[in-house]
Every structure is written in structure tokens, then in C-alpha cells.
């Protein structure tokens, strides 16, 4: 069975779904720890109530952030993970932190990626009067918001939502397409060839409309 560490920092409802498809028989992984870089981190207690290792690593206490990420690396490296996992996870990350996990350091974002990268991306796609938008899982490259393409789930804008109504409504694509593009990696149906996504045959093609 695959070992995942996620890093988190804050809520941490994602790593909770991940929780939950394990829980439930639905994620054959081992999940050997959660790491946050905030000390008060909502989802720090809940991954110690499910009997998970939990670490926070304060980013406030390096210098610069090539030493955050080389002790973020050295505590994870620990954890020997085949697979590392950003669920809300609000750091960048340095060239050398994703080029040495490269192939097994997955992202959720909030939006239909190419499309809003970065914050606040349910406010910019009701400004910018979208009719569809998102959550995507990609694997991460040096590239901020912009690796490869795992899954996405496209929500309809409604014309009264607000930035609350539709982030939540997201959030539940969120919840349901990131243990399934974990499923994948854990069942040997993913991986990430010469910069690409390769999905084994039989698998859906990337769309979880
Ligand atoms: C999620 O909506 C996730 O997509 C987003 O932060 C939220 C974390 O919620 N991530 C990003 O914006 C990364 N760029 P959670 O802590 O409840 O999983």
C-alpha cells in the first residue's frame, strides 16, 4: 500500500475527505502524516483525532524560504511517501522543493486551471461573469497554478450566487474529486510521463463534470 503525507494549512476539510475514502474502504493508502506550516491549523486536531502523525512547521521561523521548504522536505522525507498531497496547503514553493518530488506532488485549486490561478478565485470568476467554474487536481510544477492536469469538476455559475454560495458548492467537487484522483496514483493508474498526464485505459479521461 502507498504511503501519502499531505500538508496542510488551515482548515483542512480536503485532507478530511481523503480521510473519510480511506475510512470507508474507498483510498487504499496509508496516510503516514499530516504536516501544516501553521501552528494553529483547524486541521492539525482533526488529523490527530483520526490517529494521524501531525507536524507543524513554522515558516515565520526561517529565514527565507528555501529553508522552510529544505526542513518541509527533511520532515516528509521521513515519512518515505510515494505520493505528497496539497490540500489547502498556502505556500509557494521553492524550483528544488517540486522538481524533487516531481511526479508525486498533487494540488487542488479552486478554479478550472488554466483559468484564475492564484487567490480570491471565486470572487475573479463572478466578476468576470463566467458561466461555468471549478476545482482542478494537477500535478505541481515550478509553474505556480500550472502543471498538469489530473481531474477537474466544472460547477454552473448561478446568477444569484455569491462568492460563499459558489465556493461551497465547489468545495463539495473538491471533496469528491481528490480522493479520486489519489485513488488513481494509489492503484497505479496515474502517473505524470515526460511532463504529461498518463490515466490508465479505462479510467475517466480527466472530466468529472
Ligand atoms: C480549498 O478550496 C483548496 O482548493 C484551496 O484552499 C482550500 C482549502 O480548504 N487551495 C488553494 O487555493 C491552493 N491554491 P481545506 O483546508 O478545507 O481543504
Not at 515558516?59 to 522552510?68: D, I, M, P, T
Not at 516531481?102 to 463566467?130: D, K
Request: proline share 5%.
Amino acid at each position: 500500500m502507498k504511503n501519502i503525507v499531505i500538508l496542510i494549512s488551515g482548515r483542512g476539510s480536503n485532507m478530511e475527505a481523503l480521510i473519510a475514502a480511506r475510512d470507508a474502504g474507498n483510498l487504499p493508502v496509508n496516510i503516514a502524516a499530516v504536516i501544516s506550516n501553521r501552528p494553529d491549523a483547524k486541521g492539525l486536531e482533526t488529523a490527530q483525532r483520526a490517529g494521524i502523525e501531525a507536524h507543524f512547521i513554522d515558516h515565520k521561523a526561517f529565514a527565507g524560504r528555501e529553508a522552510f521548504d529544505g526542513a518541509l522536505a527533511e520532515c516528509i522525507d521521513g515519512f518515505a511517501p510515494d505520493l505528497v498531497v496539497l490540500a489547502g496547503f498556502m505556500r509557494i514553493l521553492s524550483e528544488g522543493f517540486v522538481r524533487r518530488y516531481e511526479g508525486r506532488l498533487i494540488n487542488i485549486h479552486p478554479s478550472l486551471l488554466p483559468s484564475f490561478p492564484g487567490l480570491h478565485t471565486h470572487q475573479r470568476a463572478l466578476e468576470e461573469g463566467v458561466r461555468i467554474h471549478g476545482c482542478t487536481v494537477h500535478f505541481v510544477t515550478p509553474a505556480l497554478d500550472h502543471g498538469p492536469v489530473i481531474i477537474q469538476a466544472a460547477v454552473p455559475v448561478l446568477d444569484d450566487d455569491t462568492e460563499a454560495m459558489l465556493a461551497a458548492r465547489i468545495l463539495t467537487q473538491e471533496h469528491r474529486i481528490y480522493p479520486q484522483a489519489v485513488r488513481w496514483f494509489a492503484e497505479d493508474k496515474l502517473r505524470l510521463e515526460n511532463g504529461r498526464v498518463r490515466l490508465a485505459a479505462g479510467q475517466n479521461d480527466g472530466a468529472a463534470l
